[in-house]
């Protein structure tokens, strides 16, 4: 032992150490007491005992991860140094996954303020030191155990420190790898000097690496001290001896609580690989199967009930309840079943496609659509109005021309509302649509908006002018019925809901469609005449509250139109002329495909 | 080419081929057929609308999944760092990861109207919680040996963080910002068709609206190759640079490696 003061590394005297169970003093477990010892530099000093005699806390309490309760501890050669005066070497390697070999000795030699640059070929010399060099620029998962082992040797040493605290470092390899790095650890003391402290549960392998070793002794104070000239037999001996003395247990293959390491995850590569052939496999039998579905299906077309398509929406909904509950279809002899849609194209593409024979009020541009496909229906009824008004609460706006430069709320982009809206606000007014801007929307929104500020006019249906203007404070611009009669003539009606009327019953059956237009003409003019029972009707179908109800009730006569004359064919033409300049329509239809007869016809059957 | 390559090129083959077959047998208000699709997608390509719309789109979608990533990693640090914080906090997690996008859309058209926000609030709402979840799991996973093995050499809390915790924690944020990207996109757009008046989502319920069934798979399509060109060109390999340190096969990729 040599014991000068600049080569000792580390000095401990009387350390103490006691676990507290959870019970308090009762359950306090003693592990270290009245422990001293000196490591210099040089040396290496094994660490043994039973498993829980305490070796590794003692390691931790040299490394500072534990404080010891007694005792003191100190580092002689290192006073005042700002780095710690060792290099800890774990049981695992604890190598950074995301760093190359290179990297994590990087990290030791950034932490001992190594520039940037030079960093790598310094790197580079210690993995030569432990036989790497050419693995500088792998990643651990590619290393062997015996090669990471080595990398946090290569990186502990790096750290420049005097003291080595080993704590069971090559206690997962396999024997030779094993005393290959015994050979590799003697082998860099002799370069580097560096005195260690290792702690190890293996005679041969503190005999084959340590000078001397000190052997805890569970619940005794101190700890006993064997050194020994040469290794070989008669030390191990002696250690044997020692260990024996002491009741040491046979050595435990491994510590309690040692993690697994990189363990298997092989994986089943080959089962995922079947598994995702039979995702796509289905997947193209779904996809297979939806397209399929869209086949054009037999449906029958004789003798079968009329379908009536219509969409659950508003007001129309009132209609349909009226004629429900008053039996008009029955009244006018009329076979049918109704379908019910929950979207605007609803009832439209249904038509196109031969799932309804007729609908009563189609939107406006999805009919006109129809029609300039050459699609086999015939439009046979103006059933609604595009009605409404702009209205505005804000009070710099006093007239449309004050709309200029500000957001005016309307139907959404595309629709027919709109296209009427910004007609006559060009044709009647002057303002061209970039003289303003536009904000599409349902009629909700449009409120909502308003409310909020974030528009200065809006054109609400005729129903929410009733509902809205003394809550809101509204004040009417502009009336749109009255505005399209200036456009398209006197007693026009901007069309919104049109009655659609496949060929095919025309052709066949043209009493079900008389009778059908007929019952609905029936039903819009009952509806007029007797304000008391739309209102319930609303109320009881669409769940409103009385004002609501009246609201409806009160614009029943301008929302609904019901009639079918050359003024009407002549208002539809205009309107398709603006769906085809706005880009909504691709194509004009042909006059052909609007059909009064029909209308005259059931005008003549209700007399 | 070999039967890799082929074997890539076949399931686009067979679903264009399901498509064409689809568009043969039904209605092209119904399905269009590739051709008519690919015509729409030219018009708006050359309009410009397409360009247009999709930045507007993606601009609103980044926004809102930045500020999802700025509330929600801290949140999810906080939640993965502190048990106490967990326990005053935590429940906020499920309760915004529970609550529907479109409730979140709904709520976020009633209150920021007709501006950007709208669209950006719902993608946020629904990114934070992923970003959050994504957070909280990296950071319970981070290996405390590693933490351990860096204070041993004596680096302190500040360099830990940034040398250990960091570069633990970054594959999980990656993750959960691929997540929040691909729900962001989802939601955006679905926001965009319930209130906004721009955007591929307006754009795209506008179409349907119209009966411009060509447009409206014109739009999907784009909608969905932007996404796999985000994917591909963009997140994969920012992936395969970040993460080329760990083991191939211990991560999935959508797109195959």
Not at chain 2, 59 to 86: C, D, E, H, K
Not at chain 2, 127 to 145: E, I, Q, S, T, W
Request: contains cysteine; aromatic residues 8%; positive net charge.
């Amino acid at each position: 032992m040599t014991n000068s003061s600049d080569a000792l590394l580390v000095r401990a005297v009387d350390l103490g150490l006691s676990f507290d169970g959870n019970n308090g003093a009762k359950d306090s477990r003693r592990i270290l007491s009245h422990v001293s010892f000196d490591v210099s530099r040089g040396e290496i000093v094994a660490l043994l005992g039973r498993s829980g005699a305490g070796k590794t806390s003692l390691l931790n309490i040299v490394a500072g991860f534990l404080a010891a309760q007694q005792g003191s501890l100190r580092f002689p050669s290192h006073a005042g140094a700002a780095r710690p005066p060792f290099a800890y070497v774990f049981q695992e390697d604890r190598l950074l996954p995301w760093r190359t070999a290179a990297g994590n000795i990087g990290l030791a030699l950034d932490r001992i303020g190594v520039p940037r640059a030079r960093r790598r070929a310094l790197a580079l010399d210690a993995l030569a030191d432990v036989g790497l060099r050419d693995s500088a620029d792998l990643y651990p998962w590619q290393l062997s155990g015996g090669m990471r082992s080595r990398v946090a040797l290569a990186r502990a040493l790096a750290l420049k420190a005097p003291l080595l605290l080993l704590d069971e470092p090559f206690g997962k390899l396999d024997s030779g790898t094993r005393a290959e790095m015994h050979d590799l650890l003697r082998s860099l003391r002799t370069r580097h000097e560096f005195g260690a402290l290792m702690v190890t549960h293996d005679v041969d392998e503190a005999v084959a690496l340590a000078d001397r070793a000190l052997v805890l002794r569970p619940g005794r104070p101190g700890l006993r001290e064997v050194a020994w000239d040469s290794r070989g037999a008669p030390a191990t001996r002696a250690l044997r001896a020692a260990l024996s003395e002491i009741e040491l247990a046979p050595p435990a293959p491994a510590s309690p609580g040692v993690k697994n390491g990189a363990g298997s995850k092989a994986g089943s590569n080959e089962g995922r690989e079947v598994s995702r052939r039979a995702v796509l496999a289905l997947g193209v039998t779904a996809f297979a199967a939806t397209a399929a579905s869209f086949s054009p299906r037999a449906w029958a077309a004789s003798a079968a009930p009329v379908r009536v398509g219509y969409w659950a929406t508003g007001i129309q909904l009132a209609l349909i309840e009226l004629i429900r509950e008053r039996k008009l279809f029955e009244k006018h002899g009329l076979d049918y079943e109704f379908v019910r849609f929950a979207d605007v194209n609803g009832n439209t593409l249904a038509l196109a496609t031969g799932r309804i024979d007729v609908a009563f009020s189609v939107a406006g541009t999805g009919a006109l659509d129809l029609a300039a496909r050459g699609r086999p229906i015939r439009i046979v009824l103006s059933t609604q109005a595009a009605d409404g008004r702009l209205v505005t609460r804000n009070p710099d706006v006093r007239g449309l021309d004050d709309l200029r430069g500000r957001s005016v709320g309307m139907a959404p982009a595309g629709s027919a509302g709109a296209a009427y809206t910004h007609a006559f606000l060009a044709q009647n007014h002057g303002l061209e649509s970039s003289a303003y801007k536009t904000v599409g929307g349902g009629e909700a929104r449009l409120v909502q908006l308003l409310v909020q500020g974030e528009i200065d006019a809006a054109l609400l249906r005729e129903v929410s002018v009733a509902q809205f203007t003394e809550r809101l404070k509204l004040r009417s611009l502009a009336d749109q019925r009255a505005e399209w009669e200036r456009l398209a003539g006197t007693g026009a009606v901007p069309p919104l809901g049109l009655g659609v009327v496949r060929q095919s019953i025309l052709e066949s059956r043209r009493d079900d469609a008389v009778r059908f237009i007929a019952a609905v003409i029936d039903g819009i003019r009952l509806g007029a005449a007797q304000p008391d029972l739309v209102s319930d009707l609303m109320a009881r179908s669409l769940k409103l509250s009385a004002d609501e109800a009246r609201a409806y009730a009160d614009t029943w006569g301008i929302s609904f139109h019901g009639k079918f004359d050359e003024a009407d064919v002549q208002s539809l033409d205009t309107a398709q002329k603006l769906f085809v300049a706005n880009g909504s329509l691709e194509a004009a239809a042909d006059r052909a495909f609007f059909d009064t007869s029909v209308y005259r016809d059931a005008l003549a059957r209700l007399g | 080419m070999n039967v890799l390559a082929w074997s890539r090129l076949a399931f686009p083959a067979l679903l264009l081929l399901a498509w064409a077959l689809g568009a043969h047998f039904s209605d092209p208000l119904l399905v269009p057929s590739p051709a008519a699709t690919w015509g729409a997608l030219v018009d708006l390509a050359m309009s410009g609308d397409l360009w247009n719309e999709l930045g507007i789109s993606i601009q609103r979608v980044l926004i809102g999944v930045v500020l999802g990533a700025l509330t929600g990693i801290p949140f999810g640090v906080a939640l993965g760092a502190s048990g106490a914080f967990t326990r005053c906090c935590g429940a906020a997690l499920p309760a915004v990861s529970a609550t529907s996008s479109a409730i979140w859309a709904v709520l976020g058209v009633l209150w920021f109207g007709l501006s950007d926000m709208a669209t950006i609030f719902v993608v946020a709402m629904t990114a934070a919680p992923l970003f959050a979840v994504n957070a909280r799991d990296g950071v319970r996973a981070v290996d405390a040996d590693l933490i351990q093995m860096a204070r041993s050499m004596g680096y302190g809390p500040f360099a830990v963080a940034l040398r250990i915790l960091l570069p633990s924690v970054l594959p999980s944020f990656f993750s959960g910002a691929r997540l929040a990207l691909g729900f962001g996109w989802r939601v955006g757009l679905v926001a965009e068709a319930l209130g906004s008046p721009t955007g591929v989502g307006f754009r795209l319920k506008q179409a349907v609206d119209l009966m411009h069934t060509p447009e409206v798979f014109a739009w999907s399509i784009s909608v969905v190759l932007i996404m796999i060109v985000i994917e591909g060109l963009v997140l994969e390999p920012i992936e395969m640079r970040s993460f080329r340190w760990r083991k191939p096969g211990s991560v999935g990729s959508p797109l195959g490696a």
